[in-house]
Every structure is written in structure tokens, then in C-alpha cells.
């Protein structure tokens, strides 16, 4: 499957940036209302949750701030997508 890649230009510091994809206080307000938590550690996990309950989960894979974050997701907010296999999402800073 051939990845998708998205470029954006945000004028802001690379710490910036990565306390918005990594702060729950910023993921909330930009990220569809869910919150970020992981301890961003390899091979921990990682979850979006929403006010309702709705999740995303993963684990990270590499993490080195602020320029790069790998992690995988899975939706577990639909059955169906819930049994897919994760993706694989990398954030480039």
C-alpha cells in the first residue's frame, strides 16, 4: 500500500509543534476533541481518547523530540476497523 503523506507549513518552533501533537491540553482542542497519552517511551503505548469514549490506540515506535514521532494506530471505535490490522502513522518536524 502506498503511504499517504501530508505537508503542512505551521509557523512555529519545532517544541511548539510537538507539545501540540504530544499535550493532551492541545490534542483536545485540534486533534477531533480526543486526548493524547503515552509516556512516549519505544514500545509504549499510545491512545487518543474522546469524551465519549470513542478510543485510538497504538504504540509508539520511535520517539525523538521535537522532530519525530512513529507510532501505530488502531480504531477501536468501530468493529469493523477495530479488526484491521494498525496503521502507521510518522510525524516529521
Known sequence: MKPHVYQLFI????????????DPAFTTQYF????????????SAVRYTSP??????????????????????RFLYDPALAEEP??????QI
Open 86 to 91: 494498525p496503521g502507521r502513522v510518522e510525524w
Open 52 to 73: 465519549t469514549g470513542n478510543a485510538v490506540e497504538g504504540e509508539i515506535e520511535v520517539s525523538e523530540p521535537p522532530h519525530r514521532l512513529v507510532h501505530t494506530w
Open 11 to 22: 509557523r512555529a518552533t519545532p517544541e511548539q509543534v510537538w507539545q501540540a501533537i504530544t
Open 32 to 43: 477531533h476533541g480526543t486526548a493524547f497519552t503515552s509516556t512516549l517511551q519505544p514500545g
